[in-house]
């Protein structure tokens, strides 16, 4: 394999989020990246494919739902008990059913691929290179994300418990509930309603420009008997969508062992992403983790294992699949209270939100990217690589 050459890394980074800038899944911006990193592949001599798939827009049915739910919750007042209870479930299994019917957007998957087909190794490097809706408050976020599912659950209870009849003074009642459901569905048309765009430098052109480069250096001499896979993965910021595509595709095989790069331009700290999720958990493949770990250690830095207690990566759809899959990040490090909050409260040692606050906004410019970072992230991936 050839050397990873930081510089040209940092081309991509600077094309991918200064010059295109923000990349929304389905905007001209996506698209634009799109071709741009096909083009990339192509140049190296990959055999490269793009898959084109549909998607209904994060922000829309955001919208959507909250729509939905604010119009059921305030018919609730005037309905009798049991058309209540009947109009509650309804509007749960059609926003359950949101996907199917609203109307969707185009975003691609590009896939490169070196070495032989029926190696005995499948090894797949994967990076989203599209960017985020800028977040509007944080706080906000948080209290409406883990208020919604159980504020659903309570009013369909307390519906339930009126139609039994064991429920007096209905307006009260509704009263209360309103204090705490219309906030939510308020905060939700706010969260839904920001305009603008993050050029996404850290996140993820960093993890883009770190692939396509180690894309070319390994794409003349991939390892024997390994079959490479590069995969750009299109609208992780709508809900991990591209990832789940090609998983659902079968674009790869079973055996593959998948690498995710996500946010690797900022920070000294380099970590493992241990697994993701608070209530609903899932781990990384511990072996594919060791060997990342090793590589981080290879190339001089400390490796340090990261739950992601808060955050969702392209691996999950792999891990669903039962494939072996893990994430590569990095950060500032910092105070983190939340983090130590939710090691403490949900067992989770490991857990720890992230220190770098440029996310999701529009100050994630190519400005704050370490041109060190980069060369780091590329050994690391090289090193990856070349251990498996
Ligand atoms: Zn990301």
């Keep these: ?10 081309e991509h ?3 991918l989020a200064y010059e295109i800038g923000p990349r929304l899944a389905g905007t001209r911006g996506d698209r634009m990246a799109s071709d741009y990193i096909r083009k990339q592949f192509e140049g190296c001599g990959l055999k490269t494919r793009v898959r084109e798939f549909k998607f209904v827009p994060r922000a ?9 739910f604010t119009s059921a919750f305030i018919a609730l007042l005037f309905l009798p008990p049991e058309l209540s209870l009947v109009v509650w479930l309804a509007v749960i299994v059609i926003w359950r059913s949101l996907d ?13 691929s070196a070495g032989t087909k029926k190696s005995k190794r499948c090894v797949a490097i994967t990076a989203h290179y599209d960017s985020a809706l800028c977040i509007v408050s944080y706080k906000l976020y948080l209290f409406v994300r883990f208020a919604f599912l159980p504020a659903l659950i309570i009013v369909a209870a307390i519906v339930a418990a009126r139609v039994l009849g064991v429920l007096q003074g209905w307006i009260i009642v509704w009263s209360v509930l309103a204090i705490v459901f219309l906030p939510i569905s308020i905060g939700m048309f706010i969260l839904a309603s920001s305009r603008r765009v993050s050029p996404g430098a850290d996140d993820n052109a960093s993890g883009v420009a770190v692939m396509l480069e180690v894309a070319r250096a390994a794409a003349e001499s991939p390892p024997a008997d390994t079959e490479l896979f590069f995969i750009a993965s299109g609208a992780e910021e709508q809900g991990l969508v591209g990832a789940r595509k090609l998983v659902a ?7 593959t062992l998948l690498l995710n790069l996500d ?3 900022v920070g000294p700290h380099s970590y ?4 993701n999720g608070i209530f609903r958990r899932r781990r990384t493949s511990s072996q594919l983790n060791q060997v990342l770990s090793n590589s981080i250690k290879g190339a001089g830095l400390e490796s340090r294992l990261w739950w992601a207690a808060l955050a969702r990566h392209d691996h999950v759809p792999f891990l669903q699949a039962k494939m072996r899959a893990t994430t590569y990040t990095t950060d500032v490090g910092g105070k983190d209270r939340l983090g130590r909050f939710i090691a403490r409260a949900f067992g989770l040692p490991n857990a720890r939100a992230r220190g770098y606050r440029y996310i ?13 970072n980069i060369e780091r992230a590329g050994q690391v991936v090289l090193g990856f690589i070349k251990q498996i």
């Design 13 to 15: 980074l600077d094309k």
């Design 360 to 372: 999701h906004t529009l100050e994630d410019t190519p400005e704050r990217i370490e041109l060190a």
């Design 249 to 255: 595709s079968k674009a790869l095989p079973r055996d």
């Design 60 to 68: 829309a049915w955001v919208k959507t739902t909250a729509f939905l």
């Design 1 to 10: 394999m050839q050397e990873f050459e930081s510089r040209r890394a940092f």
């Design 100 to 112: 199917k019917i609203m109307p969707k957007r185009r975003s691609q998957n590009i896939i490169a």
């Design 263 to 265: 946010g690797v331009g």
């Design 272 to 275: 493992v992403i241990e697994g």
